[in-house]
């Protein structure tokens, strides 16, 4: 069955204290016992302490990236190991500004995937055209070479710790949001495609997220559509009372 999420990608923002300050906010003000499931991605340094203190509550922890070796001298890098060991179990892997910003390629990402499925780790896993491709109208070829060179070689069994976060990175810390028909055209495809590649069964629990620009006042009119199963929100989520009103609309 697939979930209703709403994560939130905290990126290089918060320092321990703040960390900590923003977690018990949401902890004292998020109601209880509703059907999303709700994930905050802090920065490494923050996780350990992070997972400890939301034991007992109804949040979940991810980290924003994960290096794909086991092991060894990779300066600066973190291991799927090393995250299980502080109680982290879902990663985020192949957001844009790592495409972008830190030369992830597809076969790097590819190979990440294969790392953390590995240890049993879920994916949230990353796929958006630029703008440019959106205008010269390349935008699904765009995210079908993603899909394919990224996830399409898993089994069918491997996909049941694949979660799919469709951010268009013009979107994304931009204001501009894709508009639910933007955003229902692309999640549509992306399960069509999924369902091409495997079957229906896997299309069908697949949750795919929405991430680019959401905020309290367009979250529910995003989140009401068929194929978008919840979000991936980067600015809204530094802030408890928008997070929570995200959290509400996907409700
Ligand atoms: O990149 C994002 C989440 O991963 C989206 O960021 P914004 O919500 O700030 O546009």
Known sequence: MRHTIVAGNWKMHKTYSE?????????????????????????????????AHLEGTNIQVAAQ????????????????????SV?????????SERRH?????????????????????RVIFCIGEELKDRESKQYLNVIFNQLTDGLFHLSKDQWKNIVIAYEPVWAIGTGETASPEQAQEIHAFIRQEIER???????ENTSILYGGS???????????????????IGGAALVADDFIAIIEAAN
């Open 19 to 51: 960390t900590h300050t923003l977690l018990d906010e949401l902890i004292t003000k998020l109601p209880s016992g509703k059907e999303v499931e709700v994930i905050v991605a802090p920065t490494f340094t923050n996780l350990a302490s992070a997972v």
């Open 65 to 84: 990236n994960v290096h794909q070796a086991e092991g060894g001298a990779f300066t600066g890098e973190i291991s799927a190991q090393m995250l299980l």
């Open 87 to 95: 109680g982290v179990e879902t990663v985020i892997i192949g957001h």
């Open 101 to 121: 910003y830190f030369n992830e390629t597809d076969a790097v990402l590819a190979d990440k995937v294969n790392t953390a499925l590995r240890h049993n780790m």
């Open 197 to 203: 590649k495997y079957d229906k069964n896997v299309a």
């Open 214 to 232: 959401v905020k309290p006042s367009n979250a529910k009119e995003i989140f009401s559509k068929p194929d978008v199963d919840g979000g991936l």
